[in-house]
């Protein structure tokens, strides 16, 4: 009887541990893992200078229709030409979705809000839709690949889990050809 306790014990310690050292998901660039907290700093010191430099008047604001994607585009350029952000509001029958890229060093940081409507725009003449539920999502895109925000983890993902209809700068600019 004493030995199956042990056994049990011991089983429960190991699956703890085990649950414990579970490997999470990361972002590394260049061999180095990126960590929440960097990210975070990131994200806050570009905020930051957006910021600043908008009040400032050394960001250019060009907006522009996508027909390809039924989209507005909207990019934020400083005053050498870089691309400092794009914000892309997606409109749809059954709702609405507000994507924003930043890029931020060697990744682009994504935020996507999605709102769902409670029917179809057309559907009704006397009413406006409400919107029913929102989602938000964020994310990061290194390279060719896709990590979605959860928690304080980054967790390997893809464009369909994401929604993302672009992944680069260079999509992006494409669809205003």
Same mark, same amino acid.
């Given at each position: 009887?004493?030995?199956?306790?042990?056994?049990?014990? =011991? &089983?429960?310690?190991?699956? *703890?541990?085990?649950?414990?050292?579970?490997? +999470?998901?990361?972002? %590394?660039? !260049?061999?180095? $893992?990126?960590?929440?907290?960097?990210?975070?700093?990131?994200?806050?010191?570009?905020?930051?200078?957006?910021?600043?430099?908008?009040?400032?008047?050394?960001?250019?604001?060009?907006?522009?229709?996508?027909?390809?994607?039924?989209?507005? =585009? &909207?990019?934020?350029?400083? *005053?050498?030409?870089?691309?400092?952000?794009? +914000?892309?509001?997606? %409109?749809? !029958?059954?709702? $609405?979705?507000?994507?924003?890229?930043?890029?931020?060093?060697?990744?682009?940081?994504?935020?996507?809000?999605?709102?769902?409507?409670?029917?179809?725009?057309?559907?009704?003449?006397?009413?406006?839709?409400?919107?029913?539920?929102?989602?938000?999502?964020?994310?990061?895109?290194?390279?060719?690949?896709?990590?979605?925000? +959860?928690?304080?983890?980054?967790?390997?993902?893809?464009?369909?889990?994401?929604?993302?209809?672009?992944?680069?700068?260079?999509?992006?600019?494409?669809?205003?050809?």
């Amino acid at each position: 009887m004493k030995k199956s306790i042990k056994v049990l014990i =011991l &089983i429960t310690l190991l699956s *703890l541990l085990a649950a414990g050292c579970k490997r +999470e998901g990361g972002l %590394y660039i !260049e061999g180095k $893992k990126l960590s929440f907290t960097e990210l975070n700093n990131d994200i806050s010191e570009f905020y930051s200078k957006f910021a600043t430099d908008a009040w400032n008047k050394k960001i250019l604001i060009t907006d522009k229709t996508s027909e390809e994607t039924d989209a507005e =585009l &909207i990019r934020y350029t400083d *005053l050498e030409g870089n691309v400092l952000r794009y +914000e892309i509001v997606m %409109y749809g !029958e059954t709702g $609405k979705a507000t994507l924003d890229y930043y890029f931020i060093k060697d990744y682009i940081y994504v935020k996507r809000l999605s709102e769902h409507y409670t029917f179809p725009i057309n559907a009704s003449e006397e009413n406006m839709p409400y919107v029913l539920y929102r989602t938000f999502q964020e994310g990061i895109i290194y390279k060719e690949d896709i990590y979605k925000l +959860e928690g304080k983890s980054l967790v390997k993902s893809n464009v369909k889990d994401m929604e993302l209809p672009y992944t680069s700068l260079a999509e992006i600019e494409k669809t205003l050809k």
